[in-house]
Antibody, heavy 122, light 108 residues
Framework: QVHLVQSGAEVKKPGASVKVSCKAS????????IHWVRQAPGQGLEWMGW????????DYARNFQGRVTMTSDTSISTAFMELSRLTSDDTAMYYC???????????????WGQGTPVTVSS | QSALTQPASVSGSPGQSITISCTGT?????????VSWYQHHPGKAPKLMIY???KRPSGVSNRFSGSKSGNTASLSISGLQAEDEADYFC????????FGGGTKLTVL
């Protein structure tokens, strides 16, 4: 069965960077795009961008361009999301999610990671 | 401010039916069939319940159904059960990905 397992909780100081991992299992990692989404406390979900794990192609939401970098390591079936120049507004739960359509950039997210809480505090 | 508008909360008694709305624009919900709904129990991974407006993934109870009229999509749950108590959010996946703010369903 398909699983996306994310790395553990992070606490960072303002101005620092955070890198969250998302390890996939149960399917061919390079066949499905991975998206990253976050949810700040008391807020709705916010789409951050996607990565094609096979080619490394990415598309980032305008709000995060210049601060986010998404990468993948096919040898360990893992996607990564790095966010730099953190502020308190970046305190949120970060999720990875798989697009449910084969090799499509967009579609419903049929599997999600369990979430990685990131706290930014001085 | 979420791109798609959902009510903050809905409630119903066991056995009853409820409907959660998700209002967007003609550029997202109204213009395409690309609306999905997710169930989210706190501390767990969100679960896909409906996609392409009204399709149910394998394994999702037929008590859950989706529809759309104009710029508003809806998730209906019939025969409410205690385990349905969760947050529900909608999403539109067109030229970009948009989400609703989420609706907390309370089973009384």
């Amino acid at each position: 069965q398909v699983h996306l397992v994310q790395s553990g909780a992070e606490v960072k100081k303002p101005g620092a960077s955070v890198k969250v991992s998302c390890k996939a299992s149960g399917y061919t990692f390079t066949d499905y795009y991975i998206h990253w989404v976050r949810q700040a406390p008391g807020q709705g979900l916010e789409w951050m961008g996607w990565i094609n794990p096979n080619s490394g192609d990415t598309d980032y939401a305008r709000n995060f361009q210049g601060r986010v970098t998404m990468t993948s390591d096919t040898s360990i079936s893992t996607a990564f999301m790095e966010l730099s120049r953190l502020t308190s507004d970046d305190t949120a739960m970060y999720y990875c999610a798989r697009v449910g359509y084969y090799y499509e950039t967009k579609g419903p997210f049929d599997y999600w990671g369990q979430g990685t809480p990131v706290t930014v505090s001085s | 401010q979420s791109a798609l508008t959902q009510p903050a909360s809905v409630s119903g008694s066991p056995g009853q039916s409820i409907t959660i709305s998700c209002t967007g624009t003609s550029s997202d919900v109204g213009g395409y069939k690309y609306v999905s709904w997710y169930q989210h129990h706190p501390g767990k991974a969100p679960k896909l319940m409906i996609y392409d407006v009204s399709k149910r993934p394998s394994g999702v109870s037929n008590r859950f159904s989706g529809s759309k009229s104009g710029n508003t999509a809806s998730l209906s749950i019939s025969g409410l059960q205690a385990e349905d108590e969760a947050d529900y959010f909608c999403s539109s996946y067109t030229t970009t990905n948009s989400f609703g703010g989420g609706t907390k369903l309370t089973v009384l």
